[in-house]
């Protein structure tokens, strides 16, 4: 059976959050004000769109869009935050920092909790060459697969560790070529 | 965007300024006044006024929107230095000593895009943001280390001069004039770093990580550094009164209260998330040369605006292929939420692109062309050096599509592009085959040394006919190699097969592509629908570029209805500041290609060299 996703942005209020945050990314001087009394609390996370792509050589690269704390990625380090490609129990995560970790598990085959990260962070082992996070702005996200992930149906999910908690986006399916 | 008028200001500025001041006059914070704000101008309250260094007051009254009949603007009142921001670690604390911020980007300290988390890039610069007494000599006052402003938030940014033209911010000042203003708006609502800090013995230090940044073999990406801070009483979020700040390149809503989201704040904490939006509707944002204020937002990156200061920003290590177009400014609208980014030329020349994740095309068959700057890039999108050995970018188009240019191996589906030095290529890309015939969606994959390194999605939408290729019945193509580099020019002349009215020209992309008897392209030129401009009588259409446009400028764009009625169209174009160094002046032959939209028409031109050797003439 599907397992509710307790996604964070189900929240009640916090679709209206995120969509204040995708709107409006700026601020200033009176914003170094509001800003100064306005620290946030939880990261944005949410995926618009997904696509796949092969090259002539097989390599399949995956972009995800959508929006998440990009900005705040460039002044300090999570410990961990990045994009998470899964097919069946297969799964390729990559982080932010540039390390990509593999691997299989049941846990990642009927969706992602915000529960099951701190287990799933610890599963896997380092994926080689080519596999790779390509490029990252505030609006896209693109990686490399491993090159056994096969033509088909997966899903792509961003996730973060902040702080004490942590937090999986919104899934978005994509077809594989 | 709306701009304070001279005349509303004469009118109001008597009438009004009593009774917005009073308006404005809130219950007086009943605690210590900061020393910063030691002789600072005063509401009829008490309370100092928020006013940008060396910038008039400017007060939005009663209504909280700038660019209203209330607002209030004293040029009397002129804001002194409560702020100051210097990068790259030269503050000493308890000093008292404010150094001289940079005097030019070549002499700002560096700093490569991307932070400490992504991989193989990025760094902070050190900044110090300072509380100043606001002396008017030294020019950024002294230190002041008073403890009253301790545990209050302040914020640090960057600003990107995009256009490079030496301001963040707009200004008339400079080679473009007015004609890029909306363009360097962008540059004043667009962050491209920011940070948290918490005020401690009148100063708060740190690192700030940047996201743009341009190749270090091009001298890196300009930026300004800003500041503010909260001054208010109350524990924790210290907003309960007003800020101080350096000065920015607009002025931001003066009430926090109009700042969107919020949410649940919590005190400024510099590993903390910034989480606070501003109503980029309240901003004040005049243009350039205003009757009563002038330019004074319009910050010059030469050490001249001493609340600030510089950093060259370089991007990181090329990993990715990144495709983009370049902005209309005369359409483009600044938006903060926009990405932008600086692309240079091989030759230095600046320009300003968005990113491309997607495209359109008919799915008409030949003409009606899109258009893509391609280029290596590092992890974050910016333009990036290629590695010394060099670089190349294959691009892959599936097999509904075509890359029309360039085309040096005679395959539709792939093309190399190879770096040896920081750049672009202009990629013309069109549907392959037929009128519908493509099917719904295609891809354009690029390899950076053969690692997949970037994709756009191509999507096709159903042609409303089959494009026509005609012949160009008559012409003339030359080729000029002037002795100074990058001077070179093109005069073509091109009798096209088809009368005006059938080329719909106001409607439909116009491309020009040259190649030489190899096969090999040197010049391809794209002009969006709604380029050309007809005359009263729609017997001609016109088109320039701007005089500031550097390399390959078109000086002249024509196209002509052919006199006595004939169902023939003339071409004329001149292109000037061409590098047409590869072109072989020995060539037996041109081949060149005119499209619009989805007409095209082709011919191969006959050509001889002069007897100096530095002019082809090719003709058909």
């Known amino acids: 059976m599907k397992k509710v996703n307790r996604n964070r942005y ?43 792509f092969s090259d002539d050589a097989g390599a399949r690269l995956v972009t995800a869009s959508g929006a998440f704390n990009f900005d705040d990625l460039v002044q300090f380090s999570f410990p961990a935050v990045g994009l998470l490609v899964v097919q069946g129990a297969r799964f ?21 909790t915000p529960a099951e990260l701190p287990t799933l962070l610890g599963i896997g082992s380092a994926a080689a060459s080519p596999v790779r996070l390509v490029h990252a702005d505030r609006g896209e996200v693109s990686v490399v697969l491993p090159a056994d992930f096969s033509a088909g149906a997966a899903s792509i999910v961003l996730y973060a560790h902040h ?15 | 965007m709306t701009h304070l008028r001279s005349g509303r200001f004469a009118a109001f500025a008597c009438s009004l300024v009593a009774s917005a001041l009073a308006a404005l006059a809130l219950v007086t914070p009943a605690h210590a006044i900061p020393a910063v704000y030691a002789g600072d101008p005063t509401d009829a309250a008490g309370r100092p006024r928020i006013i940008l260094p060396g910038v008039p007051l400017i007060d939005w009254g ?121 363009v360097e708006a962008q540059e004043a609502a667009m962050l491209v770093g920011r940070r948290l800090a918490v005020l401690q013995s009148g100063a708060a230090s740190g690192g700030l990580g940047v996201s743009l940044g341009l190749p270090a073999s091009a001298g890196g990406l300009g930026l300004v ?101 370049a902005l209309d400014p005369a359409t483009f609208v600044p938006d903060p939420s926009r990405s932008v980014l600086p692309l240079d030329e091989s030759d230095g020349t600046r320009h300003v692109v968005e990113p491309v994740r997607s495209l359109s095309l008919v799915d008409d068959g030949p003409g009606g062309t899109a258009s893509l700057l391609v280029f290596p890039a590092d992890v974050l999108g910016n333009q990036a050096d290629p590695p010394a050995a060099g670089a190349a970018i294959e691009l892959q188009a599936s097999a509904n599509l075509r890359i029309v240019a360039p085309d040096a191996d005679g395959d539709p589906r792939r093309e190399t592009l190879a770096f040896t030095e920081a750049g672009f290529a202009e990629v013309v890309l069109d549907d392959a085959g037929a009128t519908n015939d493509g099917g719904a969606q295609g891809q354009l994959v690029a390899t950076l040394d053969g690692a997949a390194a970037g994709a756009v999605r191509v999507t096709l939408t159903p042609g409303t006919g089959g494009g026509t290729t005609g012949g160009i019945v008559r012409g003339s193509t030359v080729v ?25 020209a106001a409607s439909r992309d116009l491309t020009i592509a040259l190649e030489d008897a190899a096969g090999a392209p040197f010049y391809t030129r794209t002009l969006p629908a709604g380029s050309l401009v007809p005359n009263r009588r729609a017997t001609s259409f016109g088109y320039r570029d701007p005089a500031s446009t550097g390399a390959g400028r078109i000086a002249q764009l024509m196209l002509v209805r052919a006199p006595m009625g004939a169902a023939r169209t003339i071409l004329r174009l001149r292109v000037t500041g061409l590098d047409l160094s590869a072109v072989d002046l020995a060539s037996p032959s041109m081949g060149e290609r005119i499209a619009l939209g989805t007409d095209a028409f082709q011919a191969t031109l006959a050509c001889v060299a002069n007897r100096a050797g530095n002019i082809l003439t090719c003709k058909r």
């Not at chain 2, 901003?283 to 002038?294: D, E, K, Q, S």
């Open chain 1, 10 to 52: 189900a929240r009640p209020g916090g679709g209206r959050r995120i969509a204040a945050a995708v709107l409006a990314i700026a601020l200033a001087v009176v914003g170094a004000t509001a800003r100064a009394r306005a620290a946030g609390t939880s990261p944005v996370l949410l995926l618009t769109a997904g696509d796949a």
């Open chain 1, 92 to 112: 390729a995560r990559y982080e932010v920092s540039g390390e990509v970790v593999e691997g299989s598990s049941p846990l990642v085959a009927d969706g992602i």
């Open chain 1, 163 to 177: 702080e004490t908690e942590y937090f999986v986006s919104n899934a978005i399916p994509v077809v594989l070529p």
């Open chain 2, 62 to 182: 009663p209504d909280a929107r700038f660019g209203t009949s209330d607002d209030v603007v004293d040029t009397s009142i002129v804001g002194d230095v409560d702020l100051v921001v210097r990068t790259g670690g030269t503050f000493v604390p308890g000093s008292g000593v404010i150094p001289a911020p940079a005097a030019s980007v070549a002499g700002a300290p560096q700093v490569v895009a991307g932070g400490l988390q992504f991989p193989s890039s990025g760094g902070e610069v050190p900044y110090d943001l300072i509380v100043s007494d606001g002396a008017p000599s030294p020019a950024a006052g002294h230190a002041l280390p008073d403890p009253d402003l301790d545990g209050r938030g302040a914020l640090v940014v960057a600003f990107a001069d995009l256009d490079g033209d030496g301001f963040v911010g707009p200004t008339d000042d400079d080679a473009a004039g007015a004609a890029d203003d909306a």
């Open chain 2, 225 to 325: 550094i800003a500041g503010g801070a909260v001054t208010g009483a109350v524990p924790p979020l210290y907003d309960d009164d007003g800020w101080i700040s350096t000065l920015f390149p607009v002025l931001w809503p003066l009430d926090p209260g109009h700042i969107i989201g919020g949410g649940n704040p919590r005190p400024a904490d510099p590993f903390g998330l910034v989480d606070i939006e501003v109503d980029y509707e309240r901003v004040f944002r005049p243009a350039p040369r205003n009757p009563v204020l002038g330019t004074p937002f319009a910050i010059p990156l030469d050490g001249s605006s001493v609340t600030n200061d510089l950093v060259r920003a370089i991007s990181g290590p090329a990993v990715a292929v990144a495709f983009a177009r």
């Open chain 2, 480 to 504: 000029k190699r002037a002795r100074m580099p990058r001077k070179d020019a093109l005069r073509v002349e091109a009798h096209l097969d088809a009368s005006l009215a059938a080329l719909a």
